[in-house]
C-alpha cells in the first residue's frame, strides 16, 4: 500500500472514517424510508456489503455500473467509527486506489446502528450520464479520467 493512501485510512477526525457506497434506486428509496439511517444489500443472495474507501471510486461504479443497469446511479457517504470498520477486511480491487471493505452481510444491521449522524446522498448519475461519459472516453478528451 502507498503512504498515502495509508495515510487517508488512519487520518480521520474524531468522529470516525468516511465511507462511500454507489447505490440502485431501490436502495436509495429503502434508505430514504429509514430517515437516512440504514443501507441495504445491492441483492437479496449477496454475502458481503462493500463499503468503499474513495468517492471516486464509488462513483465510477455508480456511473458505469449502475445507471446502466438500474437506469440511475448514486453515491452516499457515511461515517462509521475507526474501531468498528477496522476489524474488517480492506481489500484491494483492480487499482491501489480500489479500496473496499468486506463487511458480511450478517454485520450489516450493526454497521448500520453505528453509523454517525446520517448517510447522505453525494452523486447521482442516470443511464443519458453514462452514454457522454462513453462518448467523452472515446475520444480521448485531454484531462477526461
Not at 440504514?38 to 445507471?67: G, I, M, N
Request: proline share 5%; hydrophobic share 40%; with cysteine.
Amino acid at each position: 500500500m502507498s503512504h498515502s493512501i495509508i495515510e487517508s485510512i488512519t487520518d480521520t477526525s474524531a468522529k470516525g472514517i468516511d465511507l462511500y457506497k454507489p447505490i440502485t434506486p431501490v436502495q436509495l428509496a429503502a434508505l430514504i424510508r429509514s430517515g437516512w439511517r440504514c443501507l441495504s444489500p445491492d441483492t437479496p443472495e449477496q454475502l458481503h456489503f462493500y463499503p468503499k474507501l474513495h468517492r471516486v471510486y464509488a462513483e465510477s461504479l455508480a456511473r458505469q455500473w449502475h445507471a446502466v443497469e438500474h437506469s440511475a446511479g448514486f453515491v452516499v457517504r457515511f461515517t462509521v467509527p475507526q474501531e468498528f470498520i477496522a476489524g474488517f477486511e480492506l481489500q484491494t480491487v483492480g487499482y491501489d486506489e480500489h479500496l473496499e471493505y468486506k463487511v458480511p452481510i450478517a454485520e450489516l444491521t450493526q454497521l448500520n446502528s453505528v453509523i454517525v449522524g446520517s448517510v447522505e446522498l453525494l452523486s447521482a448519475f442516470t443511464c443519458e450520464d453514462n452514454l457522454l461519459w462513453q462518448k467523452l472516453a472515446a475520444r480521448d478528451c485531454v484531462g477526461f479520467h
